[in-house]
């Protein structure tokens, strides 16, 4: 299998230092895990801190797979564990009371708004549900920053790296009680003991159009027990 090829954007300055150093006045900085929950998240990643990395997540797990569907599967539960965490934070740092959404809608809106805006610096462009099922929506990035800085060989055209995204969005929807899978069944998922059979499915498909060669659909496709537990709820 050819490799896939991550490009870094730019390069670290020589005199950045990470939270463990001393600074100038001899005194140590404190770790990133003595900050506030609450400080605000913005720019506190760097770009290519993030693309490296994740260039780092992309040869480790291709090296470890048979084929683009185990791939992208390998892909989608590493983000579905970072979705269930992110869910936690954001909630964490809103304001007042923060109130757990029980509607799909709502769910995929927060997704869309607060989710994506602490994890990318940004909303996600549109959310649009589908015309022809009613169990389908999309959630829609033109700019996608997991693919942003990646090439992919042609033999692999069929592989799609924000499968990660992908899990990150069932993550939360677990984490909003919107599907039923327990806690158990994913950690059975991470060591390959449990199928994976979330309740509901989110893939993702890269359609370009003019001016965005990366926009990215992320099909949301719930299960039928989520779409009856919704009916139960509007009633």
Known sequence: MSKIISTIPGRLAANQTDTWSTGSGGRR?????DRSLNRAQASEVNLSAFSFLFSEILQYTQNR????????????TLGFGIGVRVLELTMWREKGQPRRERRVLNVLYYIHSVVWKSLFGRPAHALEKSTDN?????????????????????EL????????????????????QCVSEGYSKWLARL?????????????AHTVPVDGKPLRTIFLIKLSEEAVQREAQISK
């Open 29 to 33: 900085r404190a770790s990133i895990l």
């Open 134 to 154: 009613e169990d389908e929506y999309m959630l829609i990035d033109n700019e996608p920053v997991a693919s942003r800085f990646v090439s992919v060989p042609k």
């Open 65 to 76: 797979v048979d084929g683009i569907s185990d791939f992208e599967q390998r892909l989608n």
């Open 191 to 203: 060591d390959g003991t449990e199928p994976h059979r979330p309740p509901a499915r989110v893939t």
């Open 157 to 176: 055209s069929q592989f799609n790296c924000n499968a990660f995204a992908a899990g990150i969005i069932e993550g939360v929807l677990h984490g909003c």
